[in-house]
């Protein structure tokens, strides 16, 4: 009996752009994902007054990502509090939020150091 030949899909090294895009699996029951009072940026009174901005992949992107819960909600309104250059405790908080979603986010863990400077932190307690 011959044997049915079947294709063999051998993963390959992720390109460095590739490695970015990459995010953690997340199950369903994992608390960490959950912002600190449990809701949504979109629900909390002191981010009312913040209009999230959207990632744009252009008109064609070539892939959509799935993203885990929350990350898209986290990194928009990082995009909305980047571009109004606010450096306050929501914004530091912010940080921590994005780097829990990916901590090789380098342009949080820069934005989160600005905050720090701006407010006047203890460095050592950070």
């Known amino acids: 009996r011959r044997r049915a030949a079947?294709?063999?899909?051998?993963?390959?090294?992720?390109?460095?752009?590739?490695?970015?895009?990459?995010?953690?699996?997340?199950?369903?029951?994992?608390?960490?994902?959950?912002?600190?009072?449990?809701?949504?940026?979109?629900?909390?009174?002191?981010?009312?007054?913040?209009?999230p901005v959207p990632q744009d992949d252009g008109p064609h992107p070539l892939a959509r990502i799935r993203y885990p819960?929350?990350?898209?909600?986290?990194?928009?309104?990082?995009?909305?509090?980047?571009?109004k250059s606010e450096f306050s405790e929501r914004a530091l908080a912010l940080t921590a939020d994005v780097i829990q979603h990916n901590s090789a986010n380098y342009t949080a863990w820069y934005y989160r150091r600005r905050c720090l400077k701006e407010l006047g932190s203890d460095l050592k307690k950070e």
Do not use: N
């Open 69 to 83: 819960p929350g990350f898209e909600e986290v990194h928009d309104y990082f995009r909305a509090v980047q571009k």
């Open 6 to 51: 079947r294709s063999v899909v051998r993963p390959r090294r992720a390109s460095s752009c590739a490695a970015i895009a990459m995010v953690q699996e997340v199950t369903e029951d994992d608390d960490e994902e959950m912002p600190e009072d449990g809701l949504p940026y979109s629900q909390r009174p002191d981010w009312a007054d913040v209009t």
